[in-house]
């Protein structure tokens, strides 16, 4: 088939995890293009769009039979901004990945299937991105893998949506305990976007990792 991978941002996390995907679907005899603008896309039969933060407009869809999206929430809830973060911060800890197909629509068009990841609490900001961006990978390659078989369905139940996360999202309160703050620990991206509060006056920047030297 001739496959069609769509990341809209150059400095993307996930451009590691769609060259591994890129190369799998090779290996697999396929016609595969990595593009990270919508207007080197191709004619061809599938499109995955991952780690996309745009609208991808009618007339590109339309370039190939299928484009696909995989979103990091239980559709129909939680569609919009980050779901992986939020969810986090929320308190959960399995999080469940839709494959849909992509419409004009955010988050909203007919799903293939789902699949959960469960972690046990203690991963950081990049170990949860490292599972997420495995787990889309072999998500993708399911639906490469069973492309004639499957038959989407069309989403069921009340919409609900995150919104897009800002730099006030990261500040944090100083009175609070560090077991009460963990969660937002663990969803803060210490280079790009690290947490800070204020304090005395001043601004202060507080940053993350674990030590695993005698784990």
């Known amino acids: 088939m001739k496959i069609n ?3 809209d941002n150059r400095t993307s996390w996930f451009i590691h995890y769609g060259k591994i995907l890129e190369q799998h679907l090779l290996n697999l005899g396929h016609d595969v293009i990595y593009v990270f603008d919508k207007h080197d896309l191709e004619k061809g039969d599938i499109c995955f769009l991952l780690s996309c933060s745009r609208i991808i407009e009618n007339n590109f869809l ?3 039979k299928n484009n696909i999206v995989v979103h990091s929430s239980d559709l129909p809830h939680g569609k919009g901004f980050s779901p992986l973060q939020w969810q986090i911060l929320e308190g959960t800890n399995e999080i469940v990945l839709t494959l849909l197909e992509a419409t004009n629509e955010v988050d909203a068009g007919p799903i293939y299937f789902k699949h959960s990841i469960l972690f046990e609490g203690h991963e950081l900001y990049i170990e949860l991105r490292d599972s997420l961006g495995l ?3 072999n998500m993708c390659l399911k639906y490469v893998n069973e492309y004639n078989q499957l038959e989407p369905v069309l989403q069921v139940g009340e919409s609900t949506f995150y919104k897009k996360r800002t730099i ?3 500040q944090i309160d100083p009175t609070k305990t560090i077991k009460e703050l963990f969660n937002h620990f663990r969803i803060a ?3 790009n976007h690290p947490l800070y509060f204020y304090l005395n006056g001043y601004k202060y920047l507080i940053k993350i990792e674990k030590d ?4």
Do not use: G
């Open 212 to 215: 695993c030297k005698n784990l």
């Open 135 to 137: 787990e889309i990978i």
């Open 5 to 7: 991978i769509l990341t």
């Open 189 to 191: 991206d210490n280079i």
């Open 168 to 170: 006030f999202d990261d």
């Open 62 to 64: 339309l370039l190939n």
